[in-house]
């Protein structure tokens, strides 16, 4: 009989509903490895589980090999054809095991035998958790179908063992595993992380990640707490809480901060959480203690839920929790927010960012594998210091520990000295004293030699634009629009959206507004439009891709922006072209709501400005063709980088590789603006290297002479840009194309100290 992958997806759906009838997660996993090997009809099936306290890989269940083996084999991760793909997060498929580098044989567990060889890590997101692995005697035996089966059994195994855990764990308490992050070394007074958002918080530690075992604490119960308000007065006082932080938010945040707080509402009012308080008090429970149970329960529900939108509301339950806990102690704490505090989470949605801006937290350290592109912006432009550090530890960390957070450079400081402080304090002055002698500069930008140069402002939210004006940015170059869709539960209208970009027009006073169409896909995804999954999002449906494949979305935007154009000077650019006809196809899609704006009597822009965000080399090869036809082109160079050098910009690992200064990046940049200057079309940059003051010559040389930047750079660009000669910048440029190797050009840019071969 054949193999039937088919019908092994199926099987292994179908045994969720054996948890309840396992007595452990390994009778549980050995029925899954029987099934696995009967329908792959291969030899061997083994289950390797992480084991959280040596990260270690652990033989969990076999079927096929030495059964001595199970719970005492044990491999590191990167050890071994398994511990390599746990910890390169890839499958390894390989028709002659002993050809690959990394086979190591064990004897004793009766392996000889065995030829061909597929192993699949088991994820949830990117965590590890383990791997599913085959094998069978026949060599090349395992084929790409066989794989893809495997990836998809592996994906809902990872699940399934979530769900069993929990399920066996609600019969016996005990089996419930320890919280593996462990306590926080004794003296711990520094810790490094990545920087997403620039900043310095300090304040008390409030923790917000939920472990295994996480639960809500409360004070001890005394005869003073006779003073506190009773239960239902807590209770109204939390709604009426979170509903002025939800009127405060979309005064603030009228683009993205609609019913942010919806779901603490449904939840405050739900019988099964303030209802079985209520019951618990009847039975003679202690408010706060009835309060702690039921929140305990639910957080423990929602965050190991099969559901990702239960999972995504653990963080809301939790506040909420804390909230009524405060509220009945009473006293003059009305807002119940954290302010004075340095908030720890993992796991953040970008309502969650909103949410903890909203009760003015004082920064954020994101605990985990790394927070998101989209996440780091949001954060930037609610001016909230944020950073992610790596080490789990920090959860256990006591509340109400102090923290100072330089989210400038990425570090934490636990407990901070007196002297730490001082110094920082100083730096907060200094920097508000630099804001201000920024604000006071002239409006425009000239180079030395007296060349008009124009900055930017890349904007996120409506918040945005105040920066921006005081910065004296001359225009937005880059509006994302995909935010308001991001952190809400469906699409914004045409209504909606209509309301949010003619009022950025309006307070741009009369500066020109460039919108660039939504960008979503890689990291940024939409929550109540699941995509399928793709192996890799950022080579995916996204960008202009996902608007023309659905143009029941893409119509609304298009609507809401020519509209807003009727009010004021704007310019709509579609990302991620990537040929000729991806923009003639956008563009007609505009004529077409043009057309049907004015048959219904609506006032809409009559010559729109339609141009092209470049950041795929496919687009740099046909430039001249794009240049006849657009408006304008703007250079997207964050995404143009990666695709350049194939360096996912996120990923530590090869995080050195992303160089922007590459003689590639560089020639390709050059290509872009000659073709741009060719056609006489407005040609502007923005992304990160538009910010740094050593490559704007460059970028002035090739004649780019705007730039799109976060307006908080604008100050140090524009005194960069003030003491440059354009004619060096040309001359420059002209040298800087011609370099063959990185280190000649970072020589060259002043990137490093020559004297000592350091980045400088």
């Known amino acids: 009989m054949g193999k039937n992958s088919v019908d092994l997806i199926c099987s292994v759906g179908e045994l969720t509903g054996i948890f309840e009838k396992s007595q452990s997660l390994h009778q ?32 969990t269940a076999n079927q096929g090999l030495d059964p001595s083996a199970v719970g005492h084999l044990r491999l590191k991760q990167g050890e071994g054809i398994v511990g390599t793909s746990v910890w390169d997060l890839r499958p390894i498929r390989e028709g002659h095991v002993r050809r690959n580098p990394h086979f190591r044989l064990i004897p004793t567990i009766g392996e000889e035998r065995y030829e061909s060889f597929l192993v699949v890590p088991i994820l949830r997101g990117s965590q590890r958790i383990g791997a599913l692995v085959v094998e069978d005697p026949q060599p090349d035996y395992f084929d790409a179908n066989d794989e893809k089966a495997l990836r998809a059994i592996a994906a809902q195994l990872a699940s399934a063992i979530e769900n069993a855990n929990l399920l066996l764990s609600l019969h016996d308490p005990a089996k419930v595993a320890p919280d593996a992050r462990g306590p926080m070394p004794a003296g711990q007074q520094f810790m490094r992380g990545i920087s997403c ?84 008090l009847a039975h003679g429970t202690p408010a706060a203690t009835a309060v702690e149970e039921v929140v305990d329960r639910f957080v423990h529900l929602f965050s190991t839920s099969s559901n990702p939108v239960l999972r995504q509301k653990t963080l809301d339950v939790m506040d909420l929790g804390r909230r009524l806990l405060r509220n009945l102690r009473g006293g003059a704490d009305e807002t119940a927010d954290y302010r004075g505090n340095v908030v720890i989470a993992s796991d953040l949605l970008p309502s969650d960012i909103l949410k903890l801006s909203a009760q003015q937290a004082e920064g954020l350290v994101v605990i985990g594998g790394g927070a998101t592109s989209h996440l780091s912006v949001l954060s930037r432009s609610l001016n909230l210091p944020m950073i992610v550090v790596g080490d789990e530890r920090l959860a256990s960390l006591p509340e109400q520990t102090p923290l100072l957070v330089d989210a400038d450079q990425g570090t934490v400081y636990i407990n901070p000295t007196e002297d730490i402080l001082a110094r920082y304090r100083d730096l907060k002055t200094a920097i508000a004293e630099a804001e201000q002698t920024a604000a006071d500069m002239s409006e425009e930008t000239h180079t030395l ?10 904007i996120n939210l409506i918040s945005d634009v105040p920066v921006a004006l005081r910065l004296k940015s001359e225009g937005v170059g880059l509006y994302r629009s995909e935010f308001p869709f991001i952190v809400r ?13 003619s009022r950025i027009v309006r307070e741009m006073q009369g500066r020109e507004v460039t919108f660039r169409t939504l960008d979503i896909g890689g ?17 995916g449906l996204r960008a202009i891709r996902f608007s023309l494949r659905y143009r029941q979305f893409f119509t609304p935007q298009l609507r809401a922006l020519l509209r807003a154009g009727a009010e004021g000077p704007t310019r709509i650019m579609f990302p ?38 470049v950041e795929l080399p496919a687009a740099v090869e046909v ?37 922007p200064h590459h003689p590639a990046v ?3 940049l050059h290509r872009v603006a000659l073709a741009a200057l060719r056609f006489e079309r407005p040609i502007s940059i923005c992304g990160e290297m538009a910010t740094n003051p050593k490559i704007v010559p460059f970028l002035l040389g090739i004649g780019v002479h705007t730039l799109s930047l976060d307006p908080r750079h604008i100050p140090a660009v524009r005194q960069a840009v003030s003491a440059i000669r354009l004619t060096d910048a040309e001359a420059l440029a002209a040298r800087a194309v011609r370099l063959s190797r990185v280190r000649d050009v970072e020589e060259l840019l002043g990137l490093v100290n020559t004297a000592s071969g350091e980045p400088a």
């Open 197 to 280: 958002s620039s900043g310095i918080a300090y304040g008390l530690a409030v923790i917000l990640t939920v472990a295994p075992n996480e639960v809500l604490h409360h004070p001890p119960e005394t005869a003073a707490d006779g003073a506190a308000v009773d239960f239902q007065e807590a209770l109204k006082r939390t709604e009426q809480q979170i509903r002025q932080l939800q009127i405060d938010m979309e005064a603030k945040l009228a683009d993205v901060a609609a019913l942010i707080f919806s779901s603490h509402l449904l939840i405050l009012k739900d019988e099964q959480f303030s209802g079985a308080m209520q019951d618990s």
């Open 576 to 613: 991620m072209i990537s040929s000729l006809e991806d923009f003639l196809t956008a563009r007609d899609v505009v004529y077409e709501c043009m057309t049907a704006l004015s048959n219904e009597g609506l006032a809409c822009t009559q010559k729109p400005s339609l141009g092209i965000m």
């Open 523 to 539: 990291d940024k995804a939409l929550s109540y439009f699941p995509l399928v999954s793709e192996a890799n999002p950022f080579l």
């Open 489 to 501: 539960n469906d699409f914004p209208s045409e209504e909606e959206q209509y309301r949010i970009y």
């Open 449 to 458: 030699d007296g060349v008009r140069i124009k900055l930017m402002a890349n």
């Open 623 to 659: 430039m001249e063709d794009l240049a006849k036809e657009v408006d304008f082109v703007s250079i997207g160079s964050n995404d143009l980088v990666q695709y350049v050098l194939a360096v996912d910009r996120t990923n530590e690992r090869v995080a050195d590789l992303y160089q």
């Open 666 to 668: 560089l020639r390709v």
């Open 28 to 59: 549980f996993l050995q029925q899954v490895v029987s099934v696995v090997a009967w329908h792959m009809r291969a030899a061997v099936c083994s289950v390797y589980l992480i084991d959280r306290r040596t990260d270690e890989l652990v033989l």
